[in-house]
């Protein structure tokens, strides 16, 4: 489905160069919850910008299904971290679902059922008239992940969207998200700086090094589907992998080299 | 009941202590230039007949008007065009930085020379006046817009006329009413000076009118409508700003409340 | 980018200025009304070698200095105590509210009547205009005053007097600014314009004769003149904010006013 390719991106500007990414190569099946953790400061936002078509790779390419990504693809929504500065404060939360949906081939009555079918996934179902600031920030952030599927996208890229939430809220959006992706299919691709998160969401785990960037690790997470919050984070290979994707991290921080055989493999039993 | 009473109260003390003491202060007064409140308050339904509300106080709103709306709509076009396009703002802003600060009243000999001083030249000085800090205040709305939200419209393809209409032009409301705040204060001084200077009617015109002809109360009634269209004006602008932003002061209500 | 961004500005004037030579002369516009540029300059040359001129500059600048400051102080105290004395703001806020609309050009002929076209003149409308400026953005910043600071300073003895100078006055000071810079540019506009329409000595009534003169050239390079000084003004008032609230990371932008 997305196959990244030898990214690269350097910024440039007031006399300073700084290399952000510098090799990154991995791949997305279509239908994966895929999440990438890494250090701070280490690009994750450039590369899912890169892959999102928002912001244009140094070198190296994105494929999505096979077709390069040179702007925002048809069929990729975003979900950003600062939910309070992506959702339009004029407009109402069900104006808001609904804003991406008037420019695709719908009609009114269809973007309608589109809207009141989205907010009810993630449980919003009386918040339609609500401006989004009058809402809590967990509640925010599902009016974003509702817009988001409503606009139906094959992939889904999400930039650290529970980062500014509390824990608890925190706990709720990730069984949402598991449970969206489960009913209805989509690629999603994660980052998160949470490493328990991480684990617990995805089907594989990409770490990434420290800036500039390469992938340090692939882990496939071989944890159970069925998840919740109590059990599986106290099942033991929930703790072995964990340990090994914080110890991958501890590593890429101290900038200690990537092991050459686990880097860009795949550490799990063939398909 | 009773807060409703008390804000009341707050709202009418004040203003009916300084209109007591105006009263009381002047009403013995043989000063010439400050004749009693009584009889400026008696003058009043005499000067201002229907007839010279028609005659005077009509044609100065709808100049007003005119040249205000002219304003609003040549600020806010321009001021989209400039601020969208970062090299446009580049090469206009010397140029922009000193026209606006020219003082408007300057150009009304100069708007004389070429539009006479019939209604035109009052609606042309009007919206050369009004025009700069609409432009001014769109350009900076328009320039400032969110880059998270930017970065959304983008990711989910909207672009062109919709992006403007949804994102732009909204997110700039604020900064945009904020200039045609600006630009109403100015209007009406234009209004009322182009019609001192020259005119055959109007509210500027019947004021200087009343005051060269020594008719000190009817000039004192003149300054009272003038204060009260000031005054009537910015309400009603309140009005469609709280209509048009009401969701950016909720927005910064529950900011400062979280504060 | 900065030095892109000023040639580009550099080249925008220009262009501009080109435009004004080109157009009357090019017969677009009547150069009666509309002289070129060089004849602008050329008058503006003229002006700058006569000794009238700087006189009338001098008492253009009185007007708007002495107002500026008078205002300033005025509205600074009223804002402040108003914003400090409990119910008063409440109470004088319907007052403020009708008040501050009234067009000060209102005021021409009173003032006409009771000072003629002295300097106080002048004064009347540049006072009454700009206390307004100064007036509401200080009541802003007053009530800006995160109230935790205050009840910490409290706690720890400091008095009413202290507590106005360490918690109140930096709370404030950006808004100060805000509401000096403003006033400073309404000042300017009712000084030439009492000059103008009153005839008190000054800029305006300078543009006045050139008018009535018929003398256009001269007319339009005053209002290069004026438009210079504005633009100094503001940019004075621009630097002078950045450096009095150099400790300060205001990224605090106009309130709406």
New interface residues.
Partial sequence: MLDVRGLKKVYEG?GRRVEAVRDLTFTVDAGELVCLVGPSGCGKTTLL?CM???LAPTAGQVLLEGREVTG?P?G???V?Q?YG??L????RVGQNVE??L??MDFSKAERREAVADALRSVGLTDAAEA?P??LSGGMQQRVAIARALA?QPRVLLMDEPFAAVDAQTRADLEDLVRRLWRERGITILFVTHDIDEAVYLGERVIVLSASPTVVREQLKVDLPDERDQLHTRVAPRFAELRTRVYEQIQAAKRGAPVVAESAGKDLSPPH | MRRFLLRLAFTVALPAVLLAVWWAASDSSTDVYWPPLRTILKTFPDVWTAERLRTDALPSVLRLAGGYATAAVAGVALGTVIGSYRRVRAVCEPVLEFLRAVPPPVLIPVIMLFAGIGDTMKVVVIASGCVWPVLLNTVEGVRAV????A??A?????TGA?RLR??VL??A?PQIFAGLRQALSIGIILMVISEMFAASSGLGFTVVQFQRGFAIPDMWTGILVLGLLGFLLSVVFQLVERRALG??H??RD??RRSR | ?KGVNSALGAAGLAAFLALGEAVPRLGLVKEAYFPPTSRIAEALGNELADAAFWTALGDTLTGWAVGLAVAACAGIVVGVVVSVVPYLREATASTIEFLRPIPSVALIPLAVLLYGNELRSVLLLVVYASFWQVLIQTMYGVQDVDPVADETARSYGLGPWARIRYVLWPTALPYVMTGLRLAAAVALILTITAELVIGSPGLGARIAIAQSSQAVPDMYALIVVTGVLGLLINVGARSVERRALAWHQSVRGEVMV
């Fill in positions: 007031s910008k999102g078509g928002l925002p048809p990729t929504a975003f950003f600062e500065r992506s339009f404060p004029w407009m804003l991406p008037k420019q401006y600031w009058q606009y | 969110d880059s998270v939200m970065e959304t983008r990711s989910y393809g909207i919709a949804h994102v909204r997110s409301s969701w950016y909720g927005l529950s900011t | 980018m």
